[in-house]
């Protein structure tokens, strides 16, 4: 498993994978709202919080097309099936590479960003935290759309099409945490609401991952 994960990792690096084009689409789409909503530092810090979570979904949303798809491509996918190795692991471990290559440098970067928007100085604590434990649900159901279109031809639309949706709740949640740490109030509720998404995206979907790849892989 630690020899697929380091695979990975390289396979990431080497293809320009998410590492630097989420990073550069985050920070685009930071730079570009205040020319869109005007320069007003008081508007700018009531929707940071919002926009910094969003940016960070569809920073994550496009690596995920090239999560699955260049193993089916060198079919690799097809050796990794049939290896010893249980599927469902694979698909974790997929998921754990795609959050190391775009997730976490997406968090690492975030208070920067957040300097960009006047996030107020008590919402970079929490806009990390609910970063942190929000976005590997995004990776775990990244994998789950990946798996889904993987093999079809122009299946990256179709595959954010799938996906958007499911994310909608981390976005929520995520983005409630960090406003309501920005503001003082208390985030116990949406922060422990945020959590339980997370934990149950990764127990159950690399099951379902795993289940539509074998199908596809038929």
């Known amino acids: 498993m630690i020899a ?18 989420g990073l550069a689409f985050f920070l685009i789409v930071t730079v570009m709202v205040p020319f869109a909503v005007g320069p007003q530092s008081s508007l700018l810090s009531t929707i940071a919080p919002g926009v910094l979570w969003l940016g960070a979904l569809l920073a994550c949303l496009l690596s995920l097309d090239r999560l699955l ?11 990794l099936a049939t290896a010893p190795l249980p599927l469902e692991s694979v698909v974790t471990i ?45 990776s775990v159901i990244g994998t789950f ?18 996906v958007l949706p499911l994310y909608v709740p981390t976005l929520i949640f995520g983005a409630e945490v960090a406003r309501r ?30 289940a539509v790849l074998r199908i596809n892989l038929r």
């Not at 697929?4 to 084009?21: E, H, N, S, Y």
């Not at 798809?69 to 050796?79: F, I, K, P, R």
């Open 145 to 162: 759309g990946a798996a889904l279109t993987v093999g079809l031809k122009r299946g990256g639309l179709l595959l954010s099409l799938l």
């Open 181 to 210: 740490g920005a503001t003082g109030m208390d985030v116990q509720t949406p922060l422990l609401m945020l959590a339980g998404i997370t934990a149950a995206t990764i127990a159950l979907l690399p099951f379902a991952s795993a």
């Open 69 to 79: 798809a260049l193993d089916w491509e060198d079919g690799s996918l097809d050796l």
């Open 4 to 21: 697929l994960l380091l695979r990975d990792l390289k396979l990431a690096f080497r293809a320009g994978g998410g590492f630097g084009l």
């Open 94 to 138: 997929k998921a754990l590479a795609h959050w190391l290559t775009t997730g976490l440098p997406l968090v690492l970067a975030a208070p920067f960003l957040g300097v960009l928007l006047n996030l107020p100085a008590p919402g970079f604590f929490w806009l990390v935290i609910s970063l942190l434990i929000g976005t590997p649900a995004m």
